[in-house]
């Protein structure tokens, strides 16, 4: 789910994943592939295995 103003750019990958309003997921960069990388970047991840871009946040390759 990707909300208000939020933009995954080209060659990025986003599985299983919400995206708040105003995130920015930069060209080549992925969320929800690599769980630990993730995790490492501070995304939540619920229990039910959703990755979560908080509010603002930019997710770089």
Do not use: C, W, Y
């Not at 994943?17 to 939540?44: C, F, M, P």
């Amino acid at each position: 789910m990707i909300l208000l103003n939020s933009r995954v750019s080209r060659h990025a990958i986003v599985r299983n994943a919400i995206l708040d309003k105003n995130v920015t997921v930069q060209e080549g960069a992925t969320v929800g592939v690599d769980r630990q990388r993730d995790r490492a970047r501070s995304l939540v991840v619920s229990s039910g295995s959703i990755f979560v871009v908080g509010t603002g946040q930019v997710v770089p390759p």
